[in-house]
């Protein structure tokens, strides 16, 4: 038996999808369950659902075989993982964004509000730019609105919502999406069935 | 059996290396700050519990036991020094971020290592796995392959630490994407790409990685492999090897092979190992250094299991019997052979299998547990 860790939401479904396309379903998943973990009688493998940001702890410390898990949580958290595969899904990247006709102030660090401290570190640390980290678990786009900050480090989709606040993307940081992940472990002894599913997937996400 | 599982393991460990020669290696608990900080990418944490001795030297509690052992080693090549130790050393956690106490056991072999005495350690690293009794596998590898690609394509030291940090985690597409970004050389850039999924059986893997070898490092590395895997064959302990191109330690230290054992059940690798001349020589020492170590705080939660009962039998006894005769009622219960926990009430929290009360005609069955 393989556990699979899936973030709960919309990627999850997505990425439930794509492992059902390759032969993995459980009609468990599909039902209106509320169960956190999923799985069919006689199945191959069984689904966790689990939220986004702790799918790589489930599977650094082997509560969970394999998982998917987006590129920003894998670099926030440094997780000791497999990365196998970059599922292509969930795409989106992590930005700086600022108020419309920010003047950085050089003379003084800058103020980031970010719910990714290890990244913006990591980022601003590069360009030896010194920094002073609020961190926030939500509604980031607030911060520079309040002067509680600069600017913001985080998620851009669209940038519908950068917009709707008057804020702007003012340097790209990296590309984000969904990646599959595998405890370090678990592709010692159930290195088969992983191979199989990672396979699979690749041709799926690659055809 | 007083001695719970992980206590016999590592009994059966010491009596396994000292049969091979190795001696135990005296150690205190702290060594000079200096040695850390000199050798910091060596460690798997920079931080290190530090504090100052009554002469004001900066002092550290032990973040790692081969360095100390290596400085202690004597500077020529000549002879083999063969060493092995139980210690705690004091890390940082990788997942509460405190400083945590590790227990571990480890051999190391120093001077002139050759063929056989690589084929030794391996194998002892093999038995070591073994002897915790649930499914195991070693995965070996070797710092020579990646390093030589890497080093003959010209990689500057940033890029290669990103290469191999993408490596261990066999991320090939981020790590093709890198390769094509520093513009390196197909010739190597290829090889290089391939060496995330450069693993499984070890037979195939090899033919595989002798493809790869373009050099005369690369080509040593892969042939010291297929020697070392030739010999524990003869032993017959060939199901429990494979290779695996993944596993890359820090090149600055290491260079020659390079292990990593697992057993089922456990979520991290339980031993890690490698040859680390390139260590020996920055402390100045002239000889070879080979090593592993067993992490035994990984392995308390896989072996321990807790037992169901804390004592055979709960021998209650009251305020007004004589002490003398509980102290005789008790002992005839020993001498049966019982665990006995003698109390004047109920423990609430004590599992016992059986529950007896004092009586002037000794201890008499009040209640059993199923």
């Known amino acids: ?207 | 059996m007083v001695l719970n599982p992980l206590e016999q393991l590592v009994l059966t460990l010491r009596e396994l290396y000292e049969g091979y020669g190795y001696t135990r290696f005296p150690m205190r608990r702290f060594e000079e700050y200096q040695l850390y900080l000199e050798n910091k990418s060596f460690l798997t944490s920079e931080r290190v519990l530090s504090f100052t001795d009554v002469s004001g030297k900066l002092m550290a509690l032990k973040p790692d036991v081969t360095l100390s052992i290596v400085k202690h080693a004597k500077p020529e090549r000549q002879g083999v020094e063969k060493l092995y130790y139980h210690e705690s050393v004091y890390r940082v956690s990788p997942t509460d971020h405190q400083f945590t106490e590790i227990s571990q056991i480890g051999v190391e072999s120093l001077g002139e290592i050759d063929s056989y005495g690589a084929c030794e350690v391996v194998r002892l690293a093999i038995e070591s796995l073994e002897r915790i009794g649930l499914p195991y596998v070693l995965d070996m590898s070797h710092m020579g392959l990646a390093g030589g690609l890497m080093e003959d394509a010209g990689m500057t030291v940033p890029q290669r630490e990103e290469a191999f940090a993408l490596i261990r985690q066999k991320n090939s597409h981020e790590l093709k994407s890198a390769l094509t970004k520093w513009q390196i050389a197909p010739l190597y850039g290829e090889r290089i790409a391939q060496l995330p999924d450069l693993c499984g059986e070890v037979e195939t893997t090899l033919v595989r990685a002798a493809e790869l070898a373009v050099g005369p490092e690369m080509k040593k590395a892969v042939s010291e492999l297929s020697r070392v895997y030739g010999s524990l064959c003869t032993l017959g302990l060939e199901k429990h090897i494979r290779l695996d191109f993944s596993i890359a330690n820090d090149l600055d230290y290491y260079n020659g092979l390079v292990f990593k054992g697992y057993v089922e059940g456990a979520p991290r690798a339980v031993l890690s190992g490698g040859q680390y001349d390139r260590l020996m020589r920055k402390l100045g020492k002239a000889g070879d250094g080979l090593g592993f170590a067993l992490y035994l705080d990984e392995l308390t939660r896989v072996i321990i299991k807790p037992g169901a009962y804390d004592a055979d039998v709960l021998a209650l006894y009251g305020a007004q019997d004589d002490p003398a005769k509980v102290l005789k009622g008790v002992e005839d219960l020993r001498r049966s052979g019982l665990r006995v926990l003698a109390s004047p009430s109920q423990s609430p929290n004590a599992r016992v299998k059986q529950t007896l009360r004092f009586s002037d005609d000794g201890f008499q069955e009040v209640s059993k547990n199923a």
């Open chain 1, 1 to 207: 038996m393989l556990n699979i860790a899936l973030p709960k939401g919309r990627l999850g479904d997505k990425v439930y999808r794509l492992f059902k396309d390759i032969g993995y379903d459980c009609s468990a998943m599909e039902s209106d369950d509320r169960r956190l973990v999923l799985c069919d009688p006689g199945g191959e493998v069984s689904y966790l659902l689990v939220k986004p940001s702790d799918v790589a702890i489930y599977v650094e410390h082997g509560a969970a075989d394999i998982g998917v898990v987006g590129k920003d949580v894998l670099l926030e958290g440094g997780n000791d993982v497999y990365e196998l595969l970059d599922l292509n899904l969930g795409k989106c990247r992590m930005a700086e964004a600022a108020p419309v006709g920010f003047r950085e102030d050089a003379q003084r660090p800058l103020r980031v509000a970010t719910k990714y401290p290890n990244i913006a570190k990591r980022f601003y640390g590069e360009l030896s730019r010194e920094i002073e980290i609020i961190k926030l678990n939500g509604s980031i786009e607030l911060a520079p609105l309040l002067k509680l900050s600069d600017v913001i480090v985080d998620i851009v989709e669209t940038g519908t919502t950068l917009k709707q606040n008057h804020l702007e993307v003012t340097r790209e940081i990296l590309p984000i999406s969904a990646r599959l992940i595998a405890n370090k472990a678990a592709m010692k002894f159930k290195d088969a069935q992983i191979r199989d599913i990672v396979e699979k997937l690749k041709s799926k996400v690659e055809g």
